[in-house]
């Protein structure tokens, strides 16, 4: 997963970029970059750790001009190193290009495979660098032509910002995966993966890219084009569950709200006699204040999430004791003891987590835990970039709703139907990709349904924060 932004024809681009990817720190903390372009050069800086982490004043004010784009990462593809960090900088013979990529394409490996062989050497095992290397071998006087031809060709999910002499190129794959909006700050074009990005730099969100639509801006003017159709949209609905920023507004609603519905469903679907209902933080909130509200069970915060663990947490060394989600989360003894719970979380994906955080409760006193999730079993690895490990680790993959109860050690476990999540959205529901639920991939994965990270050499562990 990743979050984009990028701004063109704006004094302080790099600056206003900085803002954009602080609002979208949520989407990945393993790495971030800027890419600016002064009307001469790129200048690009990257590193490891969060936005905050890497740049400061000295940095940002190397990054001159008016056109810039940034990324922070979370690696799906493509092995967590500072190689991997994008913005990804090349030269061609069309001139310096940038290129920041959200999504995971499925045929990066066989493209890379025959470019390899053809002589291109890859600085990177990430796939969004497949898009350059093809660019390059198909050059053209004006770059939009030569980025129009590659993603005719390429399968999978992108959302993507190209920085280039020319101008600030916008692409969102044709079944429209990950979501990219278009906004305008003071007159000049931006885009956001989310547009709590936004929402900090004042700008205004005027629309989605639609799926398959390439923009290009150029000073304040923007120019669109069209990929080949595809019959319908793939719209991530991950995206709601859990992925995006519950302020931010994601293919045209308000993800609070989607969540919020979610919970009252499965409040509605899968109801329990409990005394209060605990949100697990930060993911389950939404869902948990849903699901109270129409359950008409009250809620408490009777867990606690520490906001500020750093990329690393040392423990002392001549203790035995693992410290596990307890660096995490902490529980609020008051408030559990003696209690029925209803525990509410967005997602299981290997229950090793869900795991501890029922016992945690359970030490803390309540008297019965009832786990509810607001999203069906994760069966299915995701292709298209979000971060589910393969699938022999989905708990959900090879047991029962009953076994994976009992291996969480819950006294009961409910999770929404698959109904329930789509009719927590607005569009019609074959308008969503809900592969990882379903096994219905919309673009064949190109190894069984394993993530395409698979395939690459290297693959280190993500270390990504999300809750
Ligand atoms: P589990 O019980 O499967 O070990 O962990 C469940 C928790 O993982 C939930 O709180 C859920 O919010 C979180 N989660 C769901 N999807 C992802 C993901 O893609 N990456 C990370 N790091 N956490 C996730
Ligand atoms: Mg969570």
Known sequence: MCGIFGIEGAPDAANLTYLG??????????????????????HAERGMGKVAEIFDERKLSELPGGRSIGHTRYSTAGSSVIANAQPIVVMTSMGPLGIVHNGNLVSAMATRHELEAAG????????????????????????????????????????????????????????????????ELDGQPCFASETCAFDLLEARPLRELDRGEV???????IESYR???????????FEHVYFSRPDSE??????????LEMGARLAREAPVEADVVVPVPDSGLYGALGFSRASRTPIELGLIRNHYIGRTFIEPQQSIRHFGVKVKLNPVRELIAGKRIVLVDDSIVRGTTSRKIV??????????VHVRITSPPTAFSCVYGIDTPTRSELIASD???????????????????LEGVLGS????????????????????????????????????????SRA
């Not at 602080?22 to 009307?39: F, L, N, T």
């Not at 923009?215 to 003017?221: F, P, T, Y």
């Not at 990929?227 to 609905?237: G, N, T």
């Not at 709703?401 to 819950?410: K, S, V």
């Open 21 to 42: 990817l602080y609002a979208q720190q949520h989407r990945g903390q393993e790495s971030a970059g800027i890419v600016s372009w002064d009307g001469e050069q790129l």
């Open 250 to 259: 994601v293919f045209s609603d308000t993800v609070a709200q989607s969540r």
């Open 227 to 237: 990929l080949p159709p595809v019959a319908r949209a793939s719209r991530c609905v």
């Open 120 to 183: 291109s050497i890859f600085q990177t095992t990430s796939d969004s660098e497949v898009f350059l290397h093809l660019m390059a071998t198909r050059p053209h006087h004006e770059v939009v032509e030569s980025l129009l031809r590659v993603l005719g060709d390429v399968r999978g999910a992108y959302s993507l910002l190209l920085i280039s002499r020319e101008g600030l190129i916008a692409a969102r794959d044709p079944h429209g995966f990950r979501p990219l909006i278009l906004g």
């Open 359 to 368: 016992n945690m409760v359970r030490e803390a006193g309540a008297t019965e």
């Open 399 to 417: 047991h029962s709703q009953e076994e994976i109860r009992r291996f969480i050690r819950a006294d009961s476990l409910a999770y929404l139907s």
């Open 425 to 464: 959205v607005s569009g019609s529901p074959d308008s969503y990709c809900t592969a990882c639920w379903s096994g219905d991939y919309p673009v064949p994965a190109e190894s069984h349904g394993e993530p395409q990270a698979e395939l690459f050499p290297l693959r280190l562990e993500a270390a990504g």
């Open 215 to 221: 923009v290009v801006a150029r000073g304040d003017q």
